[in-house]
């Protein structure tokens, strides 16, 4: 009788609505691995990043302080020369000479300073960014352990409910049963099943003549909505 076997469909249709729900749930838990992993790499990209420029910035200081040495050395030689020069052209070139190099050393120095102050800040950073590492790799294992067996026992759950749709689906009548399928490959979860109210169906509105309604309703004949193609379903299989 078709009352019936729509009966055991719209029963099916609300355990899918109850998966959904299940899968839902999964779907939370897979994303909040997700997010942690998305924070880590983030994290991780971003350590990489002060590192190298943390390298750069090493480099750079050694090389300063190269050229800091030498120039030193430079000035620390020419200022000897000065009380041996022979005659004021020498004086005045050896002069020359420390003018252009004292203030070199003094950009130097103070580039250094701003140099090691740099360095020292990506060095923090950088062990900011292998501590959030650290700890979130612990809280990372722990919540995929914990997610897991959620995941686990909703799947359980799914799997309970897939168990009695097939059962369910098995005994409606093949011509429901396929309806029914057929109009979950485009409908799963989003109302396979919808009902005529005012001769429209409920879901799209879609209008059907009377007659085709009220045959529809007494179980004569089993149609697909033309508007949405979900499986139309007496209203009185609703409320039996
Ligand atoms: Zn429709």
Redesign the pocket.
């Known amino acids: 009788m078709a009352i019936e076997d729509f009966k055991h469909l719209i029963e099916a249709q609300s355990l899918e609505k109850k998966i959904k729900e299940h899968l839902d749930a999964i779907e939370e838990q897979v994303s909040r691995v997700k997010h942690i992993e998305k924070q880590r790499e983030i994290s991780a990209n971003a350590k990489s990043d002060l590192e190298s420029e943390l390298n750069d910035k090493t480099a750079k200081l050694s090389t300063k302080e190269k050229d800091l040495f030498e120039s030193e050395a430079k000035a620390e030689k020419t200022n000897e020369h000065i009380p041996l020069a022979r005659n004021e052209q020498e004086t005045n070139a050896l002069q020359k000479e420390l003018d252009v190099l004292i203030p070199k050393i003094e950009n130097l120095q103070e580039e250094i300073l701003e140099l090691m102050q740099t360095i020292e800040d990506l060095g923090e950073q950088v062990a900011e960014k292998e501590e959030f590492l650290k700890g979130s790799l612990i809280s990372l294992e722990k919540i995929k352990g914990d997610s897991e067996n959620e995941i686990n026992s909703e799947e359980e759950k799914i799997k309970v409910l897939e168990e009695r749709v097939d059962s369910l689906l098995s005994q409606s009548g093949e011509i429901y049963k396929t309806g029914f399928l057929l109009s979950n490959e485009k409908h799963r979860f989003n109302n396979p099943l ?1 009902f005529v109210s005012n001769s429209a ?1 409920h ?2 509105r ?1 209008t059907l003549n009377q007659m085709q309604a009220s045959e529809i309703e007494k179980g004569v004949v089993t149609e697909s ?1 033309p ?4 499986l139309i379903t007496p209203l009185s299989a609703k409320t039996l």
């Open positions: 919808c169906c879901v799209c879609y909505c508007g949405c193609g979900r």
